[in-house]
C-alpha cells in the first residue's frame, strides 16, 4: 500500500526549460511534505518542503506546489541546469517520531 | 563541522546470519532515524532514536533492532538475515527541535545477502 506515489519513473528536460516532477499521497494525515534530491553514491539531500498550511513555497530555481483537495503535489525547476540531473524523492510526514514517507524516486535528465 | 557518515560502505552476509551497521551524526544532532532503500524503491523508514530510546518505528519486524550512544551515534542489528534484507541502508541525522527538514542523509551502507 503505496502512500506516496510518483508515477514517473523518469524525465527528461531541456537545459532552460522547466522540469516539473509529480507526487501523490493518500493519507490525509500528512501534513508536512519535502522534496529530497539523490546522486548515486550518496545519500538523499533535502531540497525543499512545504506545510500542509501553506499551497506554495519558493526557493530560487525550486518551487513547491501543494493541493490538499486534489492530494497532489509537484516540483518545479525553472530553468533546469545540467547538474539537476539525479533522482528526486517526495516524501511526506505527519512529523514528530514518524518518519518520512518516501516515493519511488523520479529519475530527471536534463539533456544540453 | 562533519556530516552523517556511516560505516561499512558495502557489506556481504549470508542468509541466517548477523550485521551491525554504524552511522555517525552530524555534529550537534541528537535524533538519529534508520531507512531501507531496496533496489528502485524509495527509502523506508525503520526507526528513530532520540537522545538514547526508540521513539518511531516503521513497519520492520524485531529482528532489526537498534542502539543510540551517548555521543549520538548509532548502531543498526539486522539478526536472522533473509534475501530481501539486501538494500541500501540509509541513516539520518537531525536536531530535535527542527523539523523533518533538518534531516542530513550519509550515503548509505550497501548489504547484499547471498
Known amino acids: 500500500d503505496q502512500q506516496v506515489k510518483q508515477n514517473s519513473p523518469s524525465l527528461s528536460v531541456q537545459e532552460g526549460r522547466i522540469s516539473i516532477l509529480n507526487c501523490d499521497y493518500t493519507n490525509s494525515m500528512f501534513d508536512y511534505f519535502l522534496w529530497y534530491k539523490k546522486y548515486p553514491a550518496e545519500g538523499p539531500t533535502f531540497l525543499i518542503s512545504?506545510?500542509?498550511?501553506?499551497d506554495k513555497n519558493e526557493d530560487g530555481r525550486f518551487t513547491v506546489f501543494l493541493n490538499k483537495s486534489a492530494k497532489h503535489l509537484s516540483l518545479h525547476i525553472v530553468p533546469s541546469q545540467p547538474g539537476d540531473s539525479a533522482v528526486y524523492f517526495c516524501a511526506a510526514t505527519r512529523g514528530g517520531a514518524d518518519g518520512l514517507t518516501f516515493g519511488k524516486g523520479t529519475h530527471l535528465i536534463i539533456q544540453p | 563541522e562533519t556530516g552523517v557518515t556511516q560505516s561499512p560502505t558495502h557489506l556481504i552476509k549470508t542468509r541466517g546470519q548477523q550485521v551491525t551497521l554504524r552511522c555517525s551524526s552530524q555534529s550537534g544532532h541528537n535524533t538519529v532515524s534508520w531507512y531501507q532503500q531496496a533496489l528502485g524503491q524509495g527509502p523506508q523508514f525503520i526507526f528513530q532514536y532520540y537522545r538514547e530510546e526508540e521513539n518511531g518505528r516503521g513497519n520492520f519486524p524485531p529482528r532489526f533492532s537498534g542502539l543510540q550512544f551517548p555521543n549520538y551515534s548509532s548502531e543498526l542489528n539486522v539478526n536472522a538475515l533473509e534475501l530481501d534484507d539486501s538494500a541500501l541502508y540509509l541513516c539520518?541525522?537531525?536536531?530535535?527541535?527542527?523539523?523533518?527538514?533538518?534531516?542530513?542523509f550519509g550515503p548509505g551502507t550497501r548489504l547484499t545477502v547471498l
Open positions: 539520518a541525522s537531525s536536531s530535535g527541535t527542527i523539523g523533518p527538514a533538518s534531516q542530513y
Open positions: 512545504i506545510s500542509s498550511i501553506k
